[in-house]
């Protein structure tokens, strides 16, 4: 199973709003990631977690706030957002280590700020 | 700070055409990775690239690395329709080498193939 589930598929929020998205794993990969993609633009890392702690946070601003349960799961909730927070959200997957191990994306959450 | 750059951005060709994408990175790495991206998806893992010199092929496409130049190449052999998509080259981005690093993603390359 080299499958890693995200929902909601599509998801439209007003800016006072309060949701999260979700990100699922059972590959046993101890590194989970967000990115965000804009429209005809490469992906940008946002966060990583390995082995279930915040390594890495991309100066994200604060209407954005990882959270890694447990292995399998990465949420990420959204606050206040502004209308050019509207992209493509997507998480990705690996092991950890020194060897270089590929990334696994999901579908994608396509969210609409209004 | 680390850059991955690609090109050509956009290419239209014809299908039996050979063509090659260029990726050129910044910072001494020896892991570069080839995602590709149909519109409306998610990235598709096609190469991992983990030494200097290393070659994999798959299909119609064949990627290479050279570390010492800091370039990777994608190349398209005889292609087909069904290989329209975008093409991105992607480079660990702290390339600590012994924990999770994201990726740093070239801009991509639109590649069109025409019948």
Same mark, same amino acid.
């Given at each position: %199973?080299?499958?890693?589930?995200?929902?909601?598929?599509?998801?439209?929020?007003?800016?006072?709003?309060?949701?999260?998205?979700?990100?699922?794993?059972?590959?046993?990969?101890?590194?989970? =990631?967000? @990115?965000?993609? &804009?429209?005809?633009?490469?992906?940008?890392?946002?966060?990583? @977690?390995? =082995? $279930?702690?915040?390594?890495? #946070? !991309?100066?994200?601003?604060?209407?954005?706030?990882? $959270?890694?349960?447990?292995?399998?799961?990465?949420?990420?909730?959204?606050?206040?957002?502004?209308? $050019? %927070?509207?992209?493509?959200?997507?998480?990705?997957?690996?092991?950890?280590?020194?060897?270089?191990?590929?990334?696994?994306?999901?579908?994608?959450?396509?969210?609409?700020?209004? | 700070?680390?850059?991955?750059?690609?090109?050509?951005?956009?290419?239209?060709?014809? !299908? /039996?055409? #050979?063509?090659?994408?260029?990726?050129? @990175?910044?910072?001494?790495? %020896?892991?570069?990775?080839?995602?590709?991206?149909?519109?409306?998806?998610?990235?598709?893992?096609?190469?991992?690239?983990?030494?200097?010199?290393?070659?994999?092929?798959? /299909?119609?496409?064949?990627?290479?690395?050279?570390?010492?130049?800091?370039?990777?190449?994608?190349?398209?052999?005889?292609?087909?329709?069904?290989?329209?998509?975008?093409?991105?080259?992607?480079?660990?981005?702290?390339?600590?080498?012994?924990?999770?690093?994201?990726?740093?993603?070239? &801009? /991509?390359?639109?590649?069109?193939?025409?019948?």
């Amino acid at each position: %199973d080299t499958e890693v589930t995200q929902t909601p598929k599509h998801l439209v929020m007003g800016m006072t709003n309060k949701k999260s998205l979700k990100c699922e794993q059972h590959m046993g990969h101890r590194a989970m =990631y967000w @990115y965000k993609q &804009k429209a005809k633009k490469p992906p940008e890392l946002m966060f990583v @977690y390995s =082995y $279930e702690k915040l390594s890495i #946070n !991309e100066s994200v601003p604060s209407r954005f706030s990882p $959270e890694c349960p447990n292995s399998s799961l990465l949420n990420l909730h959204l606050h206040a957002l502004q209308p $050019e %927070d509207s992209a493509l959200y997507l998480c990705a997957s690996s092991q950890v280590g020194r060897e270089a191990y590929e990334q696994y994306f999901g579908p994608g959450t396509r969210l609409t700020v209004t | 700070e680390l850059k991955v750059e690609q090109n050509p951005l956009f290419l239209s060709m014809q !299908e /039996g055409k #050979n063509y090659t994408i260029y990726c050129n @990175y910044s910072t001494t790495s %020896d892991r570069l990775y080839w995602y590709r991206q149909d519109p409306g998806k998610s990235l598709e893992s096609l190469f991992v690239l983990l030494s200097n010199g290393a070659v994999k092929q798959e /299909g119609r496409l064949m990627a290479s690395l050279d570390t010492k130049a800091r370039l990777s190449t994608l190349h398209i052999t005889a292609a087909v329709h069904d290989l329209s998509a975008t093409y991105f080259c992607a480079v660990d981005a702290r390339n600590s080498g012994g924990g999770a690093d994201g990726l740093t993603f070239g &801009k /991509g390359t639109h590649l069109i193939i025409q019948p």
